[in-house]
């Protein structure tokens, strides 16, 4: 099967030249409104990769959206996070609904020299996969809808001294109630939720039980999202609200209780549990164990005994 073809957009104005816009009123800051679209900025299937961020609030839209694995049709009111530089798949849809809805884009250079450079990159859902989607209640969207007419309106007056502050000052409120809004999904989706987080314990019982464990090592966040088919920051994300722990720690739990069983349970030295647990150096394993449990792993079997 021959690769599709990799499109690349470099800059927010040659986004609009693409899809029929006349040129941005700010080169490095955008909103638009999807039914002044004229033509999709990709007219066929390819992997795209944009150099700024975007961020949409999208509804019938007439494509489709692929990353990783996973495809997701926008006919529902949802927000889709890319960050610069991540690939997705664009094809096409027969749907014959008019596309709606907002997207707003960030050109990194307009965030230079500013705190939000660095802090944007805490916001984990830009490299959530598609079917991780924020799902909006009409009020969360009309929320979100009015601050990205603000930034609209705030670059479309005169521009002064004041303009950027204003605008960084609106894009921080909005990421900050997508993050709420996300927290809020966590919770109303507790039945999937709790299915990943039972997949999960799955998982690491069987992988902790596994008598090549030894050779395998201690299994990455990676390795687990992908076991789950979830991205690593939705894992994450999940996780700290359902446990409030991350992923790196849940795994750390589930070792111990691994750990606590072989120390009370069996003659094993701890160099062997460490070993058989998938470390390389018992004292690591030791650390780790104290750390956790205020005690050195020989402090804990003496208390059984």
Known sequence: MAAKRLIRIKT???????????????PLISVINMEL?????????????????SISLKRHFNTKIKYGQQQYDFDEGIMF?????????????????????????????FLWNTPLAKTIKKYEYFSYSVHEALHLSDKEETMIINLMKNIQQEY???????SQDVIIAQIELLLTYSERFYNRQFITRKITNHKILNRLEE??????????????????????ADALNVSPGYLSGLLKNLTGQSTQQFIHDKLLEKAKEKLSTTDLSVSEIAYALGFGHPQSFSKLFKTKTKLSPLEFRASFN
Request: charged residues 20%; without cysteine; aromatic residues 12%.
């Open 81 to 109: 996070f890319i960050a610069p530089n991540q690939v997705f798949g664009v094809e096409g849809s027969k749907s014959i609904k008019k596309p709606s809805g907002w997207m707003l884009f960030i050109h990194p250079d």
């Open 12 to 26: 927010i104005s040659e986004y609009h030249r693409l899809a029929g816009l006349p040129k941005p009123e700010h």
């Open 37 to 53: 679209l004229k033509q999709m900025p990709v007219k066929e299937p390819g992997n795209l990769v944009l150099d700024f961020y």
């Open 203 to 224: 998982i690491l019982s069987g992988y902790f039980s596994n008598e090549n464990l030894a050779e395998k090592g201690l299994p990455s966040v990676q390795y687990i």
């Open 156 to 162: 479309q007056s005169n521009i002064d001294k004041f």
